[in-house]
């Protein structure tokens, strides 16, 4: 006698139908429990920074409240007017942004140059030299305080914005030339043979032909020299005395001194300082996850 299968609707073998719909519930349910992770642990992440916000808008005696009230009753708004009187934060503002963007030109430009020489230009001890760059990597910043101190004061560059934006054109920095040239070892190197054989040089190869393929590797090199300069204090610390030159962390550290009691004044202002990173950074998302997953590992 012959054996009669039984088939579902799409003719497929009824058992082979339920190891399918088997298989798809347990990937939904493992979907469904990777997404309750990630949202619990963003809202670990994510609680300072309401803290934060919350603060802000309250009055001095909803501060220190237990339990903590994260809805304020009344809402504070003037709390960032007040506390940005309460300082010359409009000129530090500027001073940081002089900084920041000059910063991330430098960084990004001149991190572009020596990473395509790095990664497309042949000369004797290239490799050689590539690695002592990224040995760079492994000095702490502390051991190279005194020197650099020492070296911008006999320049007379101390009291200044120099410190702060002159480095950064020249090569951006170790981790910009690594993740430039690894970016650029990807881009096909038929491209800039073609280039050669139309007659351009090797700066027109870069500019018109590597940098267009390149933009998400550029947008990080630029966030992370964006961040660094923003939020840089030690720099500041060490080489502005006169506070018509201050930063916004210096800013910040002279309101922590002179107005410690004020914590609303205060975590407005620390708001008003999270804001541009967040902003940029949710702007740039793309390109700069673009950036890192896309970076090759070759050569």
Not at 172 to 196: H, K, M, N
Request: hydrophobic share 55%.
């Amino acid at each position: 006698m012959g054996t009669t299968v039984i088939r579902g609707a799409a003719g497929m073998p009824r058992g082979r139908v339920a190891a399918q719909q088997g298989v798809r519930a347990r990937a939904a349910l493992g979907r469904g429990l990777l997404y309750l992770v990630l949202v619990v642990g963003s809202l670990v992440y994510l609680l300072p920074l309401l803290w934060l916000v919350s603060t802000s808008l309250k009055d001095d005696q909803q501060v220190f409240v237990f339990p903590p009230e994260w809805i304020p009753n009344p809402v504070r708004l003037d709390n960032y007017a007040s506390a940005w009187a309460y300082a010359d934060f409009t000129r530090y503002l500027g001073n940081t942004l002089q900084v920041t963007v000059l910063t991330v030109i430098g960084r990004t430009v001149s991190a572009a140059f020596v990473a395509y020489g790095f990664a497309r230009i042949r000369f004797p001890g290239r490799d050689k030299l590539f690695l002592l760059v990224l040995a760079t990597l492994m000095l702490p910043e502390i051991v190279l305080l005194i020197p650099q101190f020492v070296e911008f004061r006999v320049l007379g560059w101390v009291n200044t914005f120099k410190p702060l934006i002159v480095p950064a054109w020249f090569g951006g920095g170790a981790f910009s030339i690594f993740l430039l040239r690894q970016f650029f070892l990807t881009i096909p190197v038929e491209l800039a043979d073609a280039a050669r054989i139309d007659g351009a040089g090797e700066v027109s190869i870069l500019t018109r032909v590597i940098l267009p393929l390149s933009q998400p590797a550029l947008a990080t090199v630029a966030i992370f020299a964006f961040m660094g300069a923003w939020n840089d204090f030690m720099g500041p610390l060490i080489y502005l005395n006169s506070d018509k030159k201050w930063t916004m962390t210096l800013g910040l550290q002279h309101f922590i001194q002179t107005h410690t009691t004020q914590w609303t004044y205060l975590m407005a202002i620390s708001a008003l300082m999270v804001v541009p990173v967040i902003v940029t950074f949710f702007f740039a998302q793309k390109q700069f996850i673009q950036g890192v997953v896309l970076t090759g590992t070759k050569g």
